[in-house]
């Protein structure tokens, strides 16, 4: 039986197998999944409707699983539709649950191509798509050490 959080087998599973430097993407429901991914990258479907299960539930439990050395997100858009003025209200719940999970890791916004480059490569592992409905959504997650 599992201590942590995370009880599902696959993504348990992938992130057993992951090593330093892997990384995890957790997407919202907007994010193409389909083709902004590494090449040796396994999706994991979660978005069983819109808004559930959420990106911040996945991170939540993804957080109780492994250690984590950066979280990147998508950097807003400035203008066109779907710019926005501040930080979206999503990644004040992910600061709170990155605190709550007492790793001392801050978000780093990317701008939205250099983020897609950064999903693309042979580092990613993993993609959990969501049912998020959030704009920005959208998390890249580098697997840490363990530190004993």
Known sequence: MLRSQLIHPVISR????????????????????????????????????????????????ILSAIPVDAIQTMM??????????????????????ISKAGIGVELAPIEKWEFYKQVATDDHV????????QRYANLLLSVGVRMF
Request: net charge negative.
């Open 76 to 97: 807003t858009e400035t203008s066109g539709p779907y710019a926005l003025d501040g930080d979206p209200p999503v990644w004040a719940e992910y600061k709170e649950t």
């Open 14 to 61: 992938i992130l057993a197998e992951a090593g330093h430097h892997a990384t995890i993407l957790i997407a919202d429901g907007n994010y193409p999944a389909s083709s902004k991914r590494g090449p040796r990258s396994e999706v994991v479907s979660l978005n069983l409707m819109p808004g559930l299960v959420s990106c911040n539930q996945v991170l939540e439990a």
């Open 126 to 133: 993993l993609t959990v798509q969501t049912g998020d409905t």
